[in-house]
């Protein structure tokens, strides 16, 4: 399935990136989604037992990043660069792009922008397989947990964007329970693998609160 991001370029966005039928990660990708449906995330993100904790966290990388791209294109029209001038996460937070290959220093960009140059750099990532091999038995890079979370990290930002910048949107579209879900599923599973600095989390933390103690 591909899925148009907006209408603010003439490219197409970032199909959804699909797990192959028939491998191992697809059956890991089904156990996720029936546990998820169980309604106890705590259970729903922990590591399967006898499972390869690489090849959960690739499954889960490539869910979490289906979904905020899903979610972002629910609000593409009202994140313009008019609107939007800086990626940011409330006065307090702002985030400059840089891939280290390409962008080396960090460049001030329009949100649409940075989220733009975001989700292509996550989509060549997933869509390498030295780094996220599909097949069994291929080993995963010795860089993988740290590549992992950087992507988590910034797929956290765009959350931060989408709530401060774009949730009265968000709830015009009835897609507050979709996105508080998606969120606390992506904050349950960051903190079962400590996979985002506690430091990262600060714009959304008193949220982030909020939504585990309803847990407790």
Same mark, same amino acid.
């Given at each position: 399935?591909?899925?148009?991001f907006g209408?603010?370029?003439? @490219?197409?966005? @970032? &199909?959804?990136?699909? #797990?192959?039928?028939?491998?191992?990660?697809?059956?890991?990708?089904?156990?996720?989604?029936?546990?998820?449906?169980?309604?106890?995330?705590?259970?729903?993100?922990?590591?399967?037992?006898?499972?390869?904790?690489?090849? $959960?966290?690739?499954?889960?990388?490539?869910?979490?990043?289906?979904?905020?791209?899903?979610?972002?294109?629910?609000?593409?029209?009202?994140?313009? &660069?008019?609107?939007?001038?800086?990626?940011?996460?409330? &006065?307090?937070?702002?985030?400059? $792009?840089?891939?280290?290959?390409?962008?080396?220093?960090?460049?001030?960009?329009?949100?649409?922008?940075?989220?733009?140059?975001?989700?292509?750099?996550?989509? /060549?990532?997933?869509?390498?397989?030295?780094?996220?091999?599909?097949? #069994?038995?291929?080993?995963?890079?010795?860089?993988? #947990?740290?590549?992992?979370?950087?992507?988590? @990290?910034?797929?956290?930002?765009?959350?931060?964007?989408?709530?401060?910048?774009?949730?009265?949107e968000i709830?015009?579209?009835? /897609?507050?329970?979709?996105?508080?879900?998606?969120?606390?599923?992506?904050?349950?599973?960051?903190?079962?693998?400590?996979? #985002?600095?506690?430091?990262?989390?600060?714009?959304?933390?008193?949220?982030?609160?909020?939504?585990?103690? @309803?847990d407790r």
């Amino acid at each position: 399935m591909s899925f148009l991001f907006g209408s603010r370029s003439s @490219k197409t966005f @970032k &199909p959804k990136k699909n #797990i192959p039928e028939g491998t191992h990660q697809y059956d890991l990708m089904k156990h996720a989604a029936t546990t998820l449906g169980s309604g106890n995330l705590r259970q729903a993100v922990a590591l399967p037992e006898g499972e390869d904790l690489n090849e $959960w966290i690739a499954v889960n990388v490539v869910d979490f990043f289906n979904q905020i791209n899903m979610l972002y294109g629910t609000i593409t029209e009202f994140c313009r &660069p008019t609107k939007c001038p800086l990626m940011s996460a409330g &006065p307090k937070y702002e985030y400059h $792009w840089a891939d280290g290959v390409t962008v080396k220093k960090p460049i001030k960009c329009s949100a649409p922008q940075y989220i733009d140059f975001l989700m292509t750099w996550i989509q /060549e990532k997933l869509d390498d397989e030295t780094l996220f091999p599909s097949k #069994i038995g291929v080993p995963f890079p010795k860089n993988f #947990i740290s590549t992992a979370k950087v992507i988590l @990290k910034r797929l956290f930002r765009v959350y931060a964007h989408i709530y401060y910048q774009h949730f009265q949107e968000i709830i015009k579209l009835g /897609e507050e329970p979709h996105l508080n879900t998606s969120f606390k599923h992506f904050i349950y599973f960051t903190q079962e693998f400590n996979m #985002i600095d506690k430091r990262e989390l600060a714009p959304l933390q008193e949220l982030i609160d909020k939504l585990v103690n @309803k847990d407790r």
